[in-house]
Nanobody, 130 residues
Framework: QVQLVESGGGSVQSGGSLRLSCAAS????????MAWFRQAPGKEREGVAA???????NYAGSVKGRFTISLDNAQNTLYLQMNSLKPEDTAMYYC????????????????????????WGQGTQVTVSS
């Protein structure tokens, strides 16, 4: 059974940095798509960044150039380095995973659609103050 546990959230001022971690068990990261999503109060959960075992990445336009997603396959851990944080980045951040099998193995890039992922962590809160 896949388990995902996020950590690293916190409160920072605008312009600051945070690094989120997602410890994964029950899967081999290189055979999965892994992603970060976020959900602000009153808003839909949105994809932030995704990565696959080949190192292909995909970013939401709002974070491109500021956030970096990475995998440590030896530690089975997913990271999200967040720099130049803005108040609008305030949200609960979730780690997600889906196996890279069947039709999903044909994706040309990791996807950011919530419905594509079937394993989720409990989330870690990020708050950015102005």
């Amino acid at each position: 059974q896949v388990q995902l546990v996020e950590s690293g959230g916190g409160s920072v001022q605008s312009g600051g940095s945070l690094r989120l971690s997602c410890a994964a068990s029950g899967l081999t990261q290189s055979s999965y798509y892994m992603a970060w999503f976020r959900q602000a109060p009153g808003k839909e959960r949105e994809g932030v960044a995704a990565i696959d075992g080949d190192g292909r990445t995909n970013y939401a336009g709002s974070v491109k150039g500021r956030f970096t997603i990475s995998l440590d396959n030896a530690q089975n851990t997913l990271y999200l380095q967040m720099n130049s944080l803005k108040p609008e980045d305030t949200a609960m951040y979730y780690c997600a995973a889906v196996a890279r099998v069947g039709f999903r193995a044909m994706w040309k890039a990791p996807r950011l659609a919530r419905y594509e992922y079937n394993s989720w962590g409990q989330g870690t809160q990020v708050t950015v103050s102005s």
